[in-house]
């Protein structure tokens, strides 16, 4: 206690985190400064710094779906013009990939809990860690320079030539934008390669760490390998526009379908950056609601992994109808095909683990349920889309925009809703309130279904994607999605508000309020600057649930 | 209100697509049953202050995970093969396809047939024929969709695309383009007609029909002076381009490749790509002079002289 | 010792561990850079085989001996680099300045090389763009893309290697490091070795193709 915390700043914004006459945590140490959390190298801190980040972007993001699902509740194109509506698909595209769904788990949750679930007192580079912060919002700033003289209209994969030659928009400052926030992924990736390898507290071996570890592992291992040729391809795309020549330039013989390949070689491993961090999210909010061990641990953790390598060898089923060879097309179909089977392997093993569990339905596990049935849609309708000659039909069309909505945002921000419930404790030291946590979390669940489940059919009847004004017959669809998109947008504001509200209100949370194993539940909530008093030892298995003591 | 659930289906190809996705919503229905039956019977019997047999068990793990590894990749391999199958029969047009060339530019579809009947932003073909589109691009990338016919192909500038189809169904359908092109990308729609044979050889005679597009190309390769150096007996020798299409031809390099319409493109616009073995880089490039309609006419010219044999022995070239 | 305790950061236990993080960490670096690198050596890769004539005949232009010259500055400098990182260790303060002063000499020698390099290609029209010289393919172009963004980026991480060893050379004169302590040290010299890597690809693939094409 230090009856001095209260006075040393007592106007400060983050005063509703300093919970008063508690011990010194994260929040009250180091100062309420604006300055001692823009240098912070406090790897909480800066998880939190990402969490502000990325609401920012995404509210822009979830603001310019709005107005596309409000255009297409008529078929012609009345309500903005046909410039704007393809500016808003990309603005909705490029904040929503790389400035909230790449950084949302990893960047926030990750930075939050990943030292602390190993038992270290940082990342192995702290500042390294703030950099990352920088770059990204750098890179954020630049995106949002670009919308703000006037917006970027190629959507989020740029194909050339349209970007590099035809498109009168703000392309290379969008470009640039995302060049440099990518260098904030791979310093992330980096830290916590280099922290899982070499921070671990002692007894935490490789199979005894929790698997939102190897799942952010492996996340980490596709942000620095595929990051830079993202980067790079883009930097290609940016020089060709500015000086007119290039070499994606079919007047000189160049191959827009190489800037594809190079695309899709970072865009489709980026796919499970978005998708990985999730899964390791249920595996630990399932156990812990179930009170079970996890079902099948080395299969989950290896098949991450698995997940990540074979992730870099199917970028070509982005390009079935581009033109390139046959054979090349049915390569990578089969390859797909074999991607998903460790997808597979992870829904039957947690399925499993809730046999003879203790489950309770709090809010985190609503989620995570949601999660496990909304990511099972949107994989087995990526198998419709493996099978190459059903994806020529519905390739660029609504059922491409419905399934990867299901993975992104039923799969994804599904996790990371269920993830800021289970850490929210942690966080803040306060809990937020249940019954309206589960009320959100329903209401997301039907709201999203109702927006993305007539886009199936939508696709499936040959409307394509980024259509400012369609065919009359593709109406109904358009308005339930339209509909639907109106609740999952309260299914967003409620948690946005009880949170806020919560920070001042919500019950004071213990230091393990869920009775979970994890090593960051053994220090208190909010946790101390270094996270433990003194290193954790591990002497066991993580997941030592047991069903019939709860 | 109605809710279509499936777009006309309007080929023999469009009924196996359908068919492919009907097994695969069964297939999915079926693994959704299979997870999600135990597993809201688990979430039911095991709920938190039910009583319930909780004791541990130990399950033979090994097992489990490899049963339900090796499963779906069987089942995913068939599914792999079936999705192939129907891809092999959209990617291989017939040989004996009625052959029409499409130019997409912003915002439009140009559509060429060879009789020399022009239409935009319209195709106007006989039932019960195989039809093989030659597609090229002016700009950026588009792509040429029919949803009918479940195909789709997209059209690269630089290069050429060919797509095929055969209508079993009189009617007017869709036509989008798929891949976003710009600022009208949305409007860059069309129809697809399917006319009888009798109606359409009256279409084709209605349209007052100028010279075919091979005739075309022949002036085109007169005025583009190219008649002057592939002919015999001049001064630059030339390769001559008589019953040059669809034969191989050796390249310096000393590969040998198919003379189709991407070959004769190239070595329209990049000469210096494929020089043919024995001749030297003598030809300008004619790359930003020729427009993509009238590289196809040209090309349809080179494959109206394809039957007749050549005016200048190859043989003199060595 | 007292100095080592005070390089030691508060996340780590002991010397060793953060040294070996550090390490990996470099490494890790390196991966990514490799791939930076591998979307522009792919592109290359793709185009010469589509291309080998244009690409043999663009290849000419280049200046061989300028890459020559600067094949061996580069070389020479990663030597030096190698001597200082092992004067570290031998505990040499004197020597460890002495060859990231004449390692960081080389690097500027490369840049001005590189510089009069571009100058010329300059004068001689080989600059992407309506000014290019008319007489070559046009597939020429894309090789003289890549060659000014392929040596472009290299330079780039040149001129950030000189940044770093002027860095090292700083610390080394604040008597920062021992041979206790010199993990900087070798870090930078990961780095130059990588730096001279690339070019040792470069050389060939941008000067000498001709030769044997």
């Not at chain 2, 691009?137 to 095929?164: C, E, M, N």
């Amino acid at each position: 206690m230090n009856p001095l915390e209260n006075v040393e700043n007592p106007a400060s914004g983050t005063e509703y985190f300093a919970t008063q006459r508690t011990p010194k945590n994260y929040l009250t140490e180091g100062g309420h400064t604006l300055k001692s959390w823009l240098l912070t190298a406090d790897h909480k801190r800066i998880g939190l710094l990402y969490l502000y980040s990325i609401l920012f972007y995404f509210t822009i993001a979830a603001i310019a779906a709005a107005l596309m699902r409000m255009e297409l509740i008529t078929p012609e194109g009345d309500m903005v013009t046909s410039e704007t509506y393809n500016k808003l698909f990309t603005v909705h595209g490029t904040l929503m990939v790389w400035f909230f769904l790449i950084p949302s788990i990893p960047a926030v949750l990750g930075n939050f809990v990943l030292p602390m679930m190993l038992g270290a007192r940082d990342v192995a580079f702290p500042k390294l860690n703030l950099l990352s912060w920088y770059l990204f919002n750098g890179g954020g700033l630049l995106a949002l320079y670009s919308l703000v003289v006037g917006g970027v209209d190629t959507g989020w994969t740029f194909y050339t030539p349209y970007s590099s030659t035809y498109s009168n928009s703000h392309v290379i400052a969008m470009a640039a934008g995302i060049f440099i926030a990518g260098f904030g992924t791979i310093l992330t990736g980096l830290n916590f390669i280099i922290t899982t390898h070499k921070l671990r507290a002692p007894g935490m071996t490789w199979f005894r760490m929790p698997l939102f570890i190897w799942s952010l592992y492996s996340t980490s291992v596709i942000m620095i390998l595929a990051t830079p040729v993202l980067a790079m391809t883009l930097a290609l795309m940016a020089i060709e526009r500015l000086w007119g020549v290039g070499v994606f330039d079919p007047k000189l013989g160049g191959d827009p379908i190489l800037f594809q390949h190079l695309f899709w070689f970072y865009s489709h491993p980026a796919v499970y950056i978005m998708i990985l961090p999730g899964m390791g999210v249920v595996s630990e909010v399932i156990t812990c609601f179930s009170r079970k061990p996890i079902f099948g641990y080395h299969f989950i953790a290896f098949s991450s992994v698995a997940i990540a390598v074979l992730g870099f060898m199917v970028w070509g089923h982005h390009m079935f109808t581009s033109g390139q060879s046959i054979y090349a097309g049915l390569v990578f179909s089969f390859l797909s095909y074999m991607v998903a089977v460790p997808s597979a392997i992870k829904v039957f093993n947690w399925t499993l683990t809730l046999y003879r569990g203790s489950i309770s339905f709090n809010t985190p596990m609503i989620y995570i349920l949601g999660f496990i049935g909304l990511f099972t849609i949107g994989g087995l309708t990526g198998l419709f889309l493996a099978a190459v000659g059903l994806d020529v039909h519905v390739q660029d069309t609504y059922f491409i925009v419905a399934h990867f909505h299901y993975i992104m945002v039923g799969g994804m921000v599904t996790a990371f809703m269920a993830g800021l419930h289970y850490w929210w404790p942690k966080i803040t030291g306060r809990m937020y309130p249940e019954k309206l946590g589960q009320l959100a979390a329903l209401t997301m669940f039907l709201g999203f279904n109702l927006t993305f489940f007539p886009q199936f059919i939508l696709g499936y009847l040959g409307m394509p994607r980024r259509y400012h004004a369609y065919a009359p017959e593709f109406q109904i669809y358009n308005v339930m999605s339209s509909a639907g998109a109106s609740i999952l947008a309260v299914g967003y504001l409620l948690p946005l508000i009880y949170f806020i509200w919560s920070l001042k209100h919500g019950k004071k949370a213990a230091a393990n309020p869920w009775n979970a194993t994890g090593l960051e539940w053994q220090t208190p909530s909010p946790p101390p600057k270094h996270n433990f008093a003194e290193t954790p030892v591990v002497d066991g298995p993580p997941y030592q649930y047991s069903a019939e003591e709860a | 209100m109605n809710f279509p659930l499936f777009p006309p289906e309007a080929s023999q190809i469009a009924r196996q697509t359908d068919h492919l996705l009907v097994a695969l919503v069964l297939f999915s229905a079926f693994t959704l049953l299979v997870v999600f039956a135990p597993m809201i019977y688990f979430l039911f019997k095991y709920r938190r202050g039910k009583k319930a047999d909780r004791r541990p068990v130990h399950l033979p793990e090994t097992v489990i995970e490899v049963t339900w590894t090796i499963i779906p990749a069987i089942v995913f391999t068939g599914l792999f093969a079936w999705g192939a199958n129907v891809y092999w029969a959209i990617e291989r047009p017939p040989a004996d396809a009625m052959e029409i060339s499409v130019v997409g530019k912003q915002w439009m579809w140009k559509m060429e047939h060879p009789e020399g009947n022009r239409e935009i932003d319209e195709l106007h073909v006989p039932i019960g024929r195989n039809i093989k589109l030659t597609l090229a691009s002016q700009d950026v990338i588009h792509s040429f969709f029919l949803p009918a016919f479940r195909v789709k192909q997209d059209v690269v500038p630089g290069r050429y695309s060919t797509l095929w189809f055969k209508a079993d169904k009189l009617g007017t359908f869709h036509l989008f383009c798929s891949e976003y092109c710009g600022t009208h990308h949305s409007a860059m729609i069309g129809s697809l007609i399917v006319l009888t044979p009798d109606e359409y050889q009256k279409w084709l005679m209605h349209g007052a029909p100028g010279p075919t597009m091979a005739q075309e190309g022949e002036g085109l390769y007169r005025s583009y002076g190219c008649s002057g150096c592939h002919v015999r007996s001049t001064v630059v020798r030339a390769p001559p381009l008589e019953g040059l299409y669809g034969r191989p031809v050796p390249l310096q390099s000393g590969q040998i490749v198919t003379a189709d319409e991407g070959y004769l493109r190239d070595s329209i616009l990049l000469p210096a790509k494929d020089l043919v073995a024995g001749y030297t880089n003598a030809m300008p490039s004619f790359q930003g002079h020729l427009s993509e309609d009238d590289l196809l006419k040209l090309i349809a010219y080179i494959k109206s002289i394809s039957d007749t044999t050549p005016t200048q022995e190859t043989e003199e070239a060595k | 010792m007292a100095d080592a305790h005070v390089a030691l950061q508060e996340q780590f236990d002991e010397m060793p561990q953060q040294k070996e993080a550090a390490t990996l960490g470099m490494w890790t670096f390196l991966a990514t850079e490799v791939l930076f690198f591998g979307a522009m050596f792919l592109s290359y890769i793709v185009y010469r085989q589509t291309y080998p004539r244009a690409f043999a005949e663009a290849s000419h232009h280049t200046i061989v001996l300028f890459g020559t010259v600067n094949t061996a500055i580069l070389l020479t400098s990663s030597f030096t680099m190698a001597l200082a990182v092992h004067a570290a260790r031998e505990n040499n303060i004197k020597w460890l300045f002495r060859f990231l002063a004449i390692t960081i000499a080389f690097a500027l020698a490369f840049l001005a090389v590189k510089g009069l390099e571009y100058r010329d290609d300059v004068r001689e029209h080989l600059w992407p763009g309506p000014h290019f010289r008319p007489e070559l393919p046009p597939q020429a172009q894309i090789f003289w893309v890549l060659y000014w963004i392929m040596t472009g980026v290299h330079a780039i991480h040149v001129t950030v290697g000189v940044g770093l060893l002027s860095t090292m050379a700083w610390m080394t004169s604040r008597r920062k490091f021992s041979a206790t302590y010199y993990t900087p040290i070798e870090m930078t010299g990961l780095y130059w070795h990588f730096v001279d890597i690339i070019w040792i690809y470069l050389y060939p693939l941008l000067y000498l193709i001709h030769r044997y094409a």
